[in-house]
Each structure stands twice: as C-alpha cells, then as structure tokens.
C-alpha cells in the first residue's frame, strides 16, 4: 500500500472545527453523549500556550492557589492541554450521584473539577512551597524545569503507560520476542536493494528480461 | 540505556514457533465462547470422524487453516496479554531477510486477529485485546517505513534522486501547472493515441482565468490573514499579557 494512504490510516480522525474539549477523552461512550455531531457551543477563549512551553504533566504535585481548596496540595490525575486544564485529585470536588439504574438509587461521590494553569502552581520538591517555574538546560544538556525561587530542579514526574504495563515486571509471552533477539543487530549496510538481497537469500535467479517500455 | 532495555524488555510478537498438537476434539470456541467453525460442504464428511475421534488430525487442521485462530488455550478469554508494537530504532537494525520474514509472521497474526474481529461482530461479543491490532499494524507500518528509507538512501546515492519515478512541471488545459510524474508505456509516445489527446499546454484565451484565479488565491489568503490578526487581537484583548510579551519581544 502506499506510504500517504497507511500513513493517513493510521492518524487519528480530525475533532470538528468548534469542538469543546471536556475532562472526558474523544471516542469514549461519555464524550460521544456530550458532544454530538453536529454540536455548535460558544467559543472558549484559551491562553495560547506552546507544547514547548508546557510544564505540568500527570503525576506533578501541584498546589492549589484559589478556590474552595486553596493552599493544599495533591498529585494531578489529569491534563486537558486544549483548555489549559489540570484536574488534580480529591481538591476542588463537588459531589453528584453517578450510576443510576432502574433497581438502584444512585452512588453520592465527589467529583473533581479542571483548574485552570494559573489557578495552580508547581511545588519545589524539597521546600513543599509554590514556586514559578522555568525551563533551562542542564551542563550536560538535558532540558529540565528549574525553580526560579530556589534554584532547584524539579524532576519529571514517573511516565506510566495508558495500558497499565510496567517493563521491568513484564514477563514475555508465547509470540513475544526476547529482549536479546528484539535488539541484536543483524543489518549490514550493503549496495543491494531490499528486493534484490532477499532474491539472493532465496536463491531466486531472474532469468526473465523485461520488455522495452517507455516512461513518459 | 537502562530505560531503553526496560522498555524493549516489553517483548514484541515473532509468533514463528506456534504449533497446535493434536486434533481439536470439537470444532468450538475458536477464541470466543460459543463460536462454531463452519466447515464448506466439501469438507463436512470429512469433518464428520472429528467429533468422534479425539486424537485423530482432521481435514480442517492439516492445511493450514489452524493458523486464522489463536492459541486454543486462549480461546474464551476476556482478554489475551500482549507486548509492545516493534519499534522502528528496533527495525532499522535488522536485516532484510529478517524484516521479510518478520513481515509474513505480522501478516498471518493480523489475519488471525482480523478474523477474530469478524467473528466477534458476527457473534455481538467484544474482540479479546482489540490492541492487539493496532500494534500489528503498527510494526508493519514501521517495516514499511524502514524499506523505504533504505531505498530512498541507496537512490540518492546511485542516481542523486529520492522520487522513485521521474516527472516534471506541466500545465494542463486550465493553465495551472502541476507535477506530472511518469507513466510506463509500452508504446512511444509518438504512437500513443490515448497520450496524444492529453493537452499538455494551454491556448491564449485561458490567461484571463488564470488571472481571475491568481485574484481569487490573493483574496483568500488575505482574508486569512485578516482573520488572523483579528484573532489575535482579540486573544491579546482577554489575556492582557500576551501583548506585553509580544511587544517586548
């Protein structure tokens, strides 16, 4: 198949031109309820932040500067990027019921609501106090968020995989490949094509000529 | 280093060795609960002797067909563990034979799985491990990719040309010019009646168009520019601090 069309398979399907981000993740059940096709909403004005740019990631501990939770801090569960989100866990809840069905009364939980970027800010990581935050380039060149209060830096919270997997705990399976096959090196540089070297390798001999075409 | 090792310690899929023993004693439960097999009529009779012969090879396994199903041990699982997609750093050092027979295990686990996947909707269940897919398409995709680039490298260096087939900038009938890429024929073009009535230039009464047209693309994109710089007007009006910083940049 050809390099454009696998390429265009593989890329996810484009949001629509006034779509609203919400806290829930396109293609789920919930945000096909709340978003329709089709929907028109206002337009939400949002701070024009670059990915460079970006400093809070899941897994940060972050405080809480306004709000009903002001000045505690928690670890933040969720990031919404397009809105300058960051959903922090069990500070700024409300409560609603969830799970209604026809035999049971709903379940009464708390619920956590966004903050925006400028409603939070990153913790140093020894003093436990908000400090601004920049990103400045270590001696041996590693781009790391620096506290401009104290100077430190504050390490990149743990990256966890979506689906769950720890590598070091993983155990191969039956059509898994071991670590020492997956990354033994066997490819030689070589003038041949990828066509012509497997042709060798098989033993195939061409013997057919083509006949005289013209390309035009 | 140690997080590359880490990572790549996910395993990835070379399912080269599956081999299914013996005879399956019915013909139930490829992958899902409830599924039955459903032999062509050639093949019934012959089928026949299975249900009753437990440890006899039947038609149905013997050609091959038990490669379209997964491991009989993880049929009527809810969900089947799998590693990581091949990663293309991982591809790039691998040689052509292997990225060819790699190729063909990535084909058959992907039938396997799309027939796992037809069966599921015919059946109204969710597919075990629908990722499974993606991360089969993916390492194919990437293998692609690195063929690619390794003809595209020895291209540059036999001829100083990346795009496999020649081509050059034409216009067509409208005035508007274009790149037109080489078609193989097996006649010149002198003969070619069907290339012959291609026009391949444009006669004076078309150059009114083509100015309307170069009048509409300005217009268009002047409105975008507009459009932009009212955008941005706007963004700087709701949040104050982006003026200040554009200005002092």
Redesign the interface.
């Known amino acids: 198949?050809r390099?454009s069309a696998?390429?265009r398979?593989?890329a996810p399907p484009k949001l629509p031109k006034g779509y609203r981000h919400g806290t829930w993740r396109p293609g789920t059940a919930a945000e096909r309820l709340r978003n329709p096709p089709g929907q028109r909403r206002k337009k939400i004005?949002v701070?024009?932040i670059s990915r460079e740019d970006w400093k809070v990631f899941r897994g940060d501990t972050v405080q809480v500067l306004t709000g009903k939770d002001a000045g505690k801090q928690g670890m933040v569960t969720q990031v919404v990027r397009a809105r300058n989100w960051v959903v922090v866990e069990g500070l700024n809840t409300h409560y609603r019921y969830v799970n209604r069905d026809a035999k049971y009364s709903s379940t009464y939980i708390a619920s956590e609501a966004p903050l925006l970027l400028n409603q939070i800010s990153l913790v140093d990581p020894e003093d436990r106090k908000p400090t601004e935050v920049d990103w400045r380039y270590t001696e041996e060149g590693e781009r790391v968020r620096v506290s401009l209060r104290t100077g430190r830096i504050i390490p990149l919270p743990l990256w966890q995989r979506r689906?769950g997997?720890v590598?070091?705990q993983?155990i191969?399976?039956?059509?898994?490949?071991?670590?020492d096959?997956?990354?033994?090196?066997?490819?030689?540089p070589s003038?041949k094509?990828?066509e012509e070297?497997?042709m060798d390798?098989m033993g195939i001999v061409e013997t057919r000529r083509a006949?005289k075409?013209?390309?035009? | 280093m140690a997080a590359a090792r880490a990572i790549a310690a996910l395993g990835r899929r070379l399912a080269g060795s599956l081999r299914l023993s013996g005879a399956r004693p019915g013909l139930m439960a490829a992958g899902l609960p409830g599924l039955t097999l459903n032999p062509c009529h050639k093949n019934l009779a012959q089928a026949e002797p299975l249900c009753h012969a437990r440890f006899l090879h039947a038609t149905l396994p013997q050609k091959g067909l038990e490669e379209f199903f997964d491991d009989p041990k993880n049929w009527g699982e809810k969900t089947v563990k799998s590693g990581d997609a091949w990663n293309i750093k991982q591809l790039r050092a691998k040689s052509s034979q292997d990225l060819h027979k790699l190729w063909y295990v990535l084909l058959k686990e992907k039938n396997m799985l799309l027939t796992l996947e037809q069966e599921s909707k015919r059946q109204q269940k969710p597919m075990p491990s629908p990722e499974r897919l993606e991360k089969v398409q993916k390492s194919m995709k990437n293998i692609d990719l690195v063929v690619r680039e390794r003809e595209i490298a020895l291209r540059l260096l036999q001829t100083g040309h990346e795009k496999p087939v020649p081509g050059e900038w034409r216009n067509d009938f409208l005035g508007r010019t274009y790149w037109y890429s080489y078609k193989e024929w097996p006649i010149p073009w002198y003969l070619n009646k069907k290339y012959q009535k291609r026009k391949f230039y444009y006669l004076p009464h078309v150059n009114r168009f083509i100015r309307l047209r170069l009048e509409k693309k300005l217009r268009l994109r002047n409105r975008r520019q507009n459009l932009e710089k009212k955008k941005r007007k706007l963004l700087e009006k709701k949040f104050p601090h982006l003026a200040v910083k554009s200005q002092s940049q």
Request: no cysteine.
């Open positions: 198949m390099l696998l390429l398979l593989a004005f701070e024009p689906d997997i590598p070091e993983w191969d399976g039956p059509k898994d490949t071991s670590v096959d997956a990354l033994d090196k066997t490819y030689t003038l094509t990828f070297e497997i390798a006949k075409s013209y390309w035009y």
